[in-house]
């Protein structure tokens, strides 16, 4: 493994960074990513209320409403016309 490569390992960009629109600016991504629930800042995330509240009856773990969540904030984030870029220049 490549010194960078071990960089980019131990050095993570913020999930939120990797979803790009043409013309849009830092400012507005960090406004949609908010808007569509991801909550504040780059790291996408949602709150334990988010989570609970996304909860169908039956499931014993989180995670199903946690895949909801992250599924609708991708089309969220799509309607809004932005793309998922693994890899981008601002990162």
Not at 53 to 65: K, Q
Request: hydrophobic share 25%; proline share 3%.
């Amino acid at each position: 493994m490549s010194r960078e490569e071990a960089h980019r390992l131990l050095n993570p960009k913020p999930y939120g960074t990797r979803w790009i629109k043409e013309s849009s600016t830092d400012e507005q991504r960090l406004l949609d990513i908010k808007e569509c629930g991801g909550g504040i800042g780059l790291d996408v995330g949602f709150t334990d209320s988010q989570e609970e509240a996304e909860r169908r009856e039956g499931e014993t773990s989180l995670f199903p409403a946690r895949r909801r969540l992250k599924e609708a904030w991708h089309a969220c984030m799509q309607n809004r016309g932005y793309r998922y870029v693994y890899e981008c220049a601002a990162c």
